[in-house]
């Protein structure tokens, strides 16, 4: 088999223009720069979360973990 394919091409480049052509062309497309748009807008969020409640959350998780890990307190049973 030789490495050249259809029309000069690499073998290996073939895959990624069936993948531009599935997208409707070249270019970056208005979908891709959307997902692109909401995923950092997600990401500015979620940082400015964890920079301004991140330390009040841990703090919590803290205090939970040690109260469910402490060992339980003994129960006195009365006589009958």
């Known amino acids: 088999m030789h490495a050249w394919g259809r029309g ?17 062309g070249g ?5 891709t720069v959307k997902n692109f748009l909401i995923g ?10 964890y920079l301004t ?5 841990r703090s919590e998780l803290g205090r939970w973990w040690a109260r469910a890990s402490a ?4 129960v006195e049973r009365s006589a009958r």
Request: glycine content about 20%.
């Open 53 to 57: 409640q991140g330390d009040y959350v």
């Open 27 to 31: 270019g970056m497309g208005g979908r």
């Open 40 to 49: 950092l807008f997600v990401g500015v969020v979620c940082t400015y979360w």
């Open 8 to 24: 000069g091409l690499h073998v290996y480049a073939l895959p990624a223009r069936r993948c531009n052509r599935v997208g409707g």
């Open 71 to 74: 060992p339980p307190s003994t």
